[in-house]
């Protein structure tokens, strides 16, 4: 990779990083950024090698793109991986290492209470620090980061539009813009059975027909006698029907990235847009998602320059989530914050390169779990703090893959390999140790064997110095966390904005609650993100409003120009 030229591209990309909010992106030169993440896959794409994978828009993407060969989520599943993806710091040092925050943590008398993540005050989601820096920026909708009980939602401060009709067509013209696509119909679900029991799962009415409508008529591409079934699951006729569709899934929506591409050829966007794809974790299929296995954090990532610089070569660099961050803040001119806790991974002021990844898995919806891994280049070491769970239990939603499905009937049957079976035993090891340039599929556990003993302690001091630099919020229980977070278990409220009207129609905002975010709109408009003390006409009306993150948001202040 020719880092000489990648270092001009970005300096010229974020050559005006002091100009006006809002500025033309003429005259600013700041970058755009895309960012397009697929559910729950692996690097299932002919680019990386993929001997069945059907992928062409993919593989045409790669061609022009720069490809990252060792990528990895902080976690196997969609919510804590995005919490922090969107944060810069690992989602068990703030709260949103629980799958999900909505589904509540269970209290004294068996109930449950939803709740938000709490992170410390001095920390924001980076979307909302670009929209400060003055730039656009959407969602299609996927905005669980655990700081609201809900799925979808969220601080309002963060997006200009979460539910987003269109990535960037929604911005003032001009305005630099930052859009996060994510393609949901790659998801675990969307290779459910379409005769799903309406009372298998609150879900399964609605999700099989979503799916019946999806698939009615459509082409098989791929062969089930084709696929690679991974050591870990049973080869029978109802996993290979599973993982073809999985793959079928991939090729068909694809074509979304193929769209949008397009879309910004057509709006003149192109030649000024950092376009970046991956996906919120690995595989949707049992013991990829929600484990701590490179078949649940190894994903793709894909990132095209505006001049293609780079395109074709290959980065064997790792890279976490956390380092999307302070990445992206870097190329649009930003400042990061010291609190990030990631590297930037591209462009011309990269920090050292990584020695390790970490990753972490706790709570998911009905099962509780406490584990943590890291990885470096080869070896992989997972540290399970409960290991009197078997890996595998009933989980409702689950429950409802063909695969899992057969797992479970082959297992109650005794006709479960060792290589298999094992998942569904408890205690599990309390350490794991794999080579996975030998064990790429993670099955032979070496951490017992004395010719590794080298490898397990330094893998095990690499974990131990990223815990102590880190207050993992699992310890003591989740529970514990949430009455830190949130006391008396009731949520808090922030306070409502403060209004101090000044000197030519000048009106400043402020917010008693320490951390909040505050938004405002005029005469009914958009809200916006309060930044700068706003000019406000005489007969104008202000509307703003706080939030803290993972507070309930505040109540509106409003005021009329004098």
Known sequence: MNLRRIAILAAALASAAGTPLHAQNEATERPNFLLIVFEDMSPHIGAYGDPVAQTPVLDAFAKDSVLYESAFTTAGVCAPSRAALAMGVPQEAFGGQHMRVASGVELEDGSRLPYAAVPPAYIKAYPELLRRAGYYTSNNGKTDYQLAMSHTGGPFTIWDDSNAPHPWRGREEGQPFFAMVNIMETHESWTFPLDLAPDAHPM?????AQLREALTGRRQIHDPADVVVPPYLPDTPLVRAELAQMLDNIYYYEQTVARLLAELEEDGLADNTVVIVTTDHGDGIPRAKRSLYDSGLHVPLMVRWPDRHGAGTRDGQLVSFIDFAPTILRLAGEEVPQWMAGRAFLGPETGPERGY????MDRHDEQLDFARAVRDERWKYIRNY???????RHLGFRDMQRSMQELWRLHEAGELPPRIAQYFTAPRPEEELYDTWADPDEMTNLAQDPHYVRELERMRDALARHQQHFVDQSVGGELAMVRRMWPQLA?????????????AGLVRLASRTPGASIGYRVDGGAWKVYVDPVALAAGQVLEAKAVRYGFAESGVTQVVGQ
């Open 204 to 208: 399964a009415a609605r999700l099989g």
């Open 357 to 360: 990844i970490y990753a972490a």
């Open 386 to 392: 409960e290991p009197q769970r078997p890996f595998f």
């Open 491 to 503: 949520q808090p409220v922030t306070q409502a904005p403060e209004v101090v009207q000044g000197e």
